[in-house]
């Protein structure tokens, strides 16, 4: 049976002003994508529909 176990290297404690990402996504008080990327997806979609 394995046992899990953190990393303190790899952990650090982020105060409630910082944003608190996992893999690119914002996990503060829900999940959430950040607004840039958003904006980057949107224009991606806008730059392919103008392209047809």
């Avoid at 910082?18 to 690119?24: A, E, H, P, Y």
């Avoid at 607004?35 to 392919?48: C, E, M, N, T, Y």
Wanted: positive net charge; without cysteine.
């Amino acid at each position: 049976m394995s046992s899990i176990s953190l990393n303190d290297r790899k952990t650090s404690v982020m105060r409630r002003a910082q944003s608190q990402r996992v893999l690119g996504v914002l996990v503060d008080d829900r999940l959430n994508v950040a607004r840039r990327d958003v904006d980057r997806l949107l224009a991606s979609f806008d730059q392919i529909d103008r392209t047809r």
